[in-house]
Nanobody, 121 residues
Framework: QVQLVESGGGLVQPGGSLRLSCAAS????????MAWYRQSPGKQRELVAQ???????TYADSVKGRFTISRDNAKNTVYLQMNSLKPEDPAVYYC???????????????WGQGTQVTVSS
């Protein structure tokens, strides 16, 4: 059974930084895409950043130059370094991964439980 467990959310002042982590555990054979999404009240969940199994990354325009996604394949972990946080960044941040378990021949989509990021002075 695969799980994604996030950590690192919290309260930060405008201009501050946070680092989110998401560790995948369970019977994992391989992980393709790992990503971070966010959702704020009344809005749809949106892609923040993704990283494919090699190192190809994609970012939402709103976070380019401020956020950096990275992954440690040995630890099945993805990180999101968030710098220069703005008042429009608060949301619940969700980890996402495409994972192939040892017992199946295809990739499945998995989500973490979400971690709250609040930006306030």
């Amino acid at each position: 059974q695969v799980q994604l467990v996030e950590s690192g959310g919290g309260l930060v002042q405008p201009g501050g930084s946070l680092r989110l982590s998401c560790a995948a555990s369970g019977s994992i054979f391989s992980i393709n895409v790992m990503a971070w999404y966010r959702q704020s009240p009344g809005k749809q969940r949106e892609l923040v950043a993704q990283i494919i199994s090699g190192s190809t990354t994609t970012y939402a325009d709103s976070v380019k130059g401020r956020f950096t996604i990275s992954r440690d394949n040995a630890k099945n972990t993805v990180y999101l370094q968030m710098n220069s946080l703005k008042p429009e960044d608060p949301a619940v941040y969700y980890c996402y991964a495409q994972i192939k378990e040892r017992s199946v021949s295809y990739y499945r989509n998995y989500w973490g439980q979400g971690t709250q990021v609040t930006v306030s002075s």
